[in-house]
């Protein structure tokens, strides 16, 4: 049990920030087995989360679910070096 704590102890410090990727893919569970309309409106939910973090949709490939992919905003080069 100690030598666990002192392994805990000595891991790296993390201080805040998170990093950003540059390319996001996610399946779209709410889109299984729709299609139409109602794919659209699952694809354009999870779409609306990820413009909320500066994600752009990038790519849709086909299949059930459909995953649908993000391209990050954001300039790279003005990231902190450790969010690159």
């Known amino acids: ?3 666990m704590a002192l392994l805990l102890a000595a891991g790296p410090l993390v201080h805040g920030g998170t990093a950003m990727k540059s390319v996001v893919c996610k399946p779209v569970e709410e889109a299984k087995g729709k299609s139409g309309q109602e794919l659209a409106d699952a694809i354009e939910q999870v779409g609306m ?3 909320r973090a500066n994600y752009q949709l990038a790519a849709l490939l086909p299949g059930d679910p459909p ?11 003005k990231l902190p070096m450790g969010a690159r």
């Open 1 to 3: 049990m100690r030598w």
């Open 49 to 51: 989360q990820f413009a």
């Open 67 to 77: 995953i649908a992919c993000f391209q990050s905003k954001v300039d790279s080069s």
